[in-house]
């Protein structure tokens, strides 16, 4: 029971959502289906982690101080850390916005600032998955640019383990878990299917 304990415990760790994109970044820079605009990919990597990856997660770091290694913001710091993440990752979007060409990463910003923004509400008023939601949106949105794929069915498979992670150490309930699933993986399919 310990050393699976101890697996959800990493599986938490792993897949923070700041860590996930990440990986969304790193696939979309150099295996995007469109063009990245006049942004070299490198650049456009860079702004990613910036402000979708390093950013958010020293703003964790930092508000979940003193919470264990499960990086729990309290309750009380939601709200505040929802906020921070959310101007960090309008930011990135609007250096994406400003190179008219960089569709593919304008979108991203755009999904990532309208999940955030969605969550926020949600919390006030009942806990819900940022973990699932952030593992989930990414999934959603590799496979409805790749379809199944390298890149879409490790994320799915990732999905389950974040699930089964949190549920594990009692982080969220299944209902918890699923809405962030539901909700990430919704937003993302509609504003994927309106942009392309």
């Excluded at 490198?42 to 950013?55: D, E, M, R």
């Excluded at 969550?119 to 699932?132: D, R």
Aim: aromatic share 16%.
């Amino acid at each position: 029971m310990l050393k699976l304990s101890l697996l959800a415990k990493a599986i938490t760790v792993i897949f923070l959502p700041p860590l996930v994109s990440l990986w969304l970044f790193i696939i979309f820079a150099f295996f995007s289906p469109f063009e990245h605009g006049t942004l070299p990919p490198l650049y456009s990597l860079f702004v990613g982690i910036t402000f979708f990856t390093v950013l958010p997660l020293l703003t964790l770091i930092l508000l979940a101080r003193g919470h264990g290694t499960s990086f729990t913001v309290p309750r009380s710091s939601r709200f505040p850390s929802y906020l921070i993440v959310l101007c960090e990752y309008a930011i990135g979007t609007s250096i994406f916005y400003l190179d008219k060409n960089a569709t593919i990463f304008f979108v991203i910003g755009i999904i990532y600032i309208t999940i955030i923004g969605i969550l926020m509400i949600i919390n006030s008023v009942w806990k819900i998955s940022v973990h699932s939601a952030g593992i989930s949106g990414p999934a959603t949105f590799c496979f409805y640019m790749f379809g199944i794929s390298i890149w879409t069915f490790p994320l799915i498979v990732f999905i389950v383990l974040v699930i089964w992670a949190r549920f594990h150490i009692q982080a969220h309930t299944l209902s918890q878990l699923f809405g962030g699933t539901l909700i990430a993986s919704i937003i993302t399919l509609i504003i994927a299917y309106l942009s392309f």
